[in-house]
């Protein structure tokens, strides 16, 4: 439950040094980086192995609520900045409930990018409350994005898909990108390619439903 781990009472109280040890020792840059990219229910952490090296010089957090998961993901960055000296320094974990926990973590207009790939489907009406993306919620990651920063979501369950377009399409702070502007973003092939749960629904050729948002300042 949520009383075993720590939760920051604000993004300033977030230790980065816990994160990315050598940012922080051997420059001070730290201290005017901040994180940007967030990978909400990260699981085993695929995505941001790939982001990673991807863009070396954005520090990035997953976020993942289950213990033993998250643990495995610590371990699999330690192993792979051991293995790759002066690589993987830009990428870290924390075990939280990112439903109830993103604003103690990130200040406004702090993120560029966002995702979140293949979240727990909830397929019970009652239960639509306890999606990742909500309306409430995206009132919350509106706030934590910066204006032109990107909203990542993939599913291979068909009704969260349209759930999660809906959702994105019905607030006023979100609009999609064009075909064109998917196809130029190199992260937009990672959601599937780079990700555990990605990769097993391409093993069982499955199909995949994807809505990508950009956050934009609401006309007046
Ligand atoms: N994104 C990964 C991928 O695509 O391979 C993992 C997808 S997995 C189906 C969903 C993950 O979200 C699980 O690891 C689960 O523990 C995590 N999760 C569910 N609810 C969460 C919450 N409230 N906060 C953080 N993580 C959560």
Known sequence: SD???????????????????????S???????????????CGFGGLLISLATLFPETLMIGMELRDKVTEYVKERIVALRKANPGRYQNVSVVRTNSMKYIP?????GQLSKMFFLFPD?????????RRVISPHLLDEYAYALRVGGIIYTITDVEELGEWMNSC??????FEALTQEE??????VNLLSSATEEGQKVSRNGGQTFQAIYRRITPLS
């Not at 980065?16 to 940012?23: A, C, G, I």
């Not at 730290?30 to 909400?40: L, R």
């Not at 994105?168 to 702070?173: A, F, I, K």
């Not at 998917?182 to 992260?187: C, K, M, N, R, T």
Request: proline share 11%; charged share 20%; with cysteine.
């Open 104 to 108: 103690n973590y990130f200040q406004k």
């Open 121 to 129: 489907p909830h397929f019970k009406e009652k239960n639509h409350r």
């Open 3 to 25: 009383s075993h781990f720590p939760v920051p009472i604000s993004p300033s109280h977030v230790d980065y040094s816990v994160h990315y040890p050598q940012l922080c020792l």
């Open 27 to 41: 420059s001070d840059s730290i201290n005017s980086k901040k994180v940007e990219f967030a990978d909400i229910g």
């Open 182 to 187: 998917l196809d130029a973003d190199p992260v």
């Open 168 to 173: 994105l399409d019905g607030h006023p702070m």
